[in-house]
């Protein structure tokens, strides 16, 4: 999810957060600890926007704009292949150097096929497109005008025969121009033409691995939430997506990378600068050429920003919205090391320095009380602050699954002056009953599964082990069960945790 950037201050003071001397370590984070310059898996943010523009501004010219097609003579074959499938991998460098290849020579590839290590080609023998483990990637298939099949296997192949193919057209475009080649014939030196070509080359090598470096962790690696093995099945797009793009545009990076984690097959139709294929995308869509631009067949849905594709490929084909991944290394590396802070604090918050601390213990009962009757009349039950990205994040990933809760709020945050003086009785009790302060505090069932990330086992955590879904369920039948026997049985128990 792309937080709003109001709320990334406030990750230093949420529930489950940090108290704001050490924001500094959220914001800064080591080598030790996340190496990344992207949010893993998650909904792009502006870093991500900027980083793939900056991979974009590495590898220019390349990857940006067809080059020029010769007119095919009457009576011969058309001079490219049909592409008809591309292994690929989003952020590899290998890939990515086939990929604007591809772009210049302005072609339509039938079938894009993610094969990242654990996506359904190296995992499921039974994938239309599966490969052996070992296959080299990038791996394409192309069909020539005389009608031959031939396949290539690693870069070095399939680079090869694409510069070949360019270099043909560049010749046929040169002989069938009406300019005068002696007049614009070249007059470097020889060794001069020799360190530029040098020049070239490396910095070819240094601005394509540059370019992987700045997306690291994005477009690799199938997210947890579209892996084959995981317990919920995925659904799949049955008929192919069509994607205009084109290798250099920042945006299209974006979706192209997702596409890759969501391990989703698509038909990719380049789209670069001085395309002819830009007057048709033109066509389609009323009258923008603007890149990229999505069309699935399966639901009839188009539409062309990044954001808004992205955000659509999660909520249809994929079990849930990965949370920002910045919060979850919060939750995992720094949180722990001031859990006691807030589990002192809570208390104290909650009144327990006060001289009568009868009432104290009787004002922490009657919160208890409280919470056992809420989440015994709900099955899931969300305790939240309004201001914190992890409450926010939690309430967003039930929303898009779409998952009925009940969410009381303890107040903005937990600092004082922010939190109600019922609030801090209710997380002072959620702690002596669920050993847990911290927020989100998430009930099914009547039985707490703790956090976001943490807890047991927490919301993402039974979502990855495909759990939660048979969680809730369970929990709103128990919970009918139990409502219709106190219908008919009105001096009947109340039951506890829906038992």
């Avoid at 959220?26 to 502006?46: F, G, R």
């Avoid at 090869?160 to 007049?183: G, P, V």
């Avoid at 009349?377 to 309430?395: L, N, R």
């Amino acid at each position: 999810m792309k937080l709003p950037l109001s709320s990334w201050w406030l990750l230093a003071l949420s529930c489950s957060a940090l108290p704001a001397g050490v924001a500094f370590l959220v914001s800064t984070p080591t080598s030790s600890t996340i190496t990344t310059t992207t949010q893993l898996y998650s909904i792009p943010d502006p870093l991500d926007t900027l980083t793939s523009g900056l991979a974009s501004i590495c590898r220019l010219p390349h990857g940006v704009t067809a080059v020029e097609t010769p007119p095919t003579p009457d009576g011969q074959l058309d001079l490219l292949p049909r592409f008809a499938q591309l292994w690929d991998v989003e952020n590899s460098a290998d890939c990515r150097a086939v990929r604007e290849l591809l772009t210049e020579l302005d072609v339509v590839v039938d079938l894009v096929i993610p094969a990242a290590p654990n996506s359904r080609v190296f995992v499921d023998p039974d994938y239309d497109y599966a490969l052996s483990p070992g296959t080299p990637v990038p791996r394409l298939g192309v069909e020539e005008s005389n009608g031959d099949e031939l396949i290539l296997s690693g870069a070095d192949q399939v680079v090869a025969y694409l510069e070949s193919l360019k270099q043909q057209q560049a010749e046929m475009a040169k002989a069938t121009a009406a300019t005068n080649d002696e007049e614009d014939e070249d007059n470097a030196k020889p060794e001069v033409e020799e360190a530029l070509e040098v020049a070239k080359n490396v910095w070819n090598k240094v601005g394509n691995n540059l370019a992987t470096a700045l997306r690291l962790g994005r477009g690799s690696q199938v997210s947890p939430a579209a892996t084959f093995t995981i317990p919920v099945p995925v659904r799949r797009p049955p008929k192919p997506l069509v994607l205009y793009s084109y290798e250099g545009n920042q945006f299209c990076r974006l979706v192209r990378e997702v596409l890759t984690e969501l391990d989703i097959v698509y038909e990719l139709r380049s789209a670069g600068k001085e395309s002819p294929r830009r007057s048709e995308l033109a066509y389609i869509t009323g009258g923008s050429s603007q890149c990229p631009y999505l069309l699935d067949p399966n639901t009839g849905s188009d539409m062309a920003e990044s954001a808004d594709i992205i955000a659509y490929l999660y909520k249809n084909y994929a079990r849930w919205t990965p949370p920002n991944e910045l919060l979850e290394w919060a939750s995992d590396i720094v949180i722990p090391l001031f859990r006691p802070l807030f589990q002192g604090l809570a208390p104290l918050q909650a009144g327990s320095n006060k001289e009568d601390k009868a009432s104290f213990e009787e004002d922490i009962r009657k919160a208890e009380r409280a919470i056992e009757a809420t989440i015994q009349q709900h099955p899931v039950v969300v305790y939240t602050y309004e201001w914190s990205p992890f409450c926010t994040e939690a309430t967003s990933v039930l929303d898009r699954l779409e998952i009925p809760y009940h969410q009381v709020s303890l107040g903005k945050e937990w600092i004082p002056g922010l939190i109600t003086e019922e609030g801090a009785q209710l997380r002072a009790a959620l702690l002596e009953t669920a050993g847990q302060s911290s927020l989100p505090h998430i009930f099914v069932g009547g039985k707490s599964i703790g956090g976001l990330f943490s807890g047991t086992p927490g919301l993402i955590p039974s979502l990855e082990a495909g759990k939660l879904d048979a969680m809730v369920e369970s929990a709103t039948e128990m919970l009918e069960k139990r409502k219709q026997y106190q219908k008919e049985s009105p001096v009947g128990g109340s039951g506890g945790a829906f038992e």
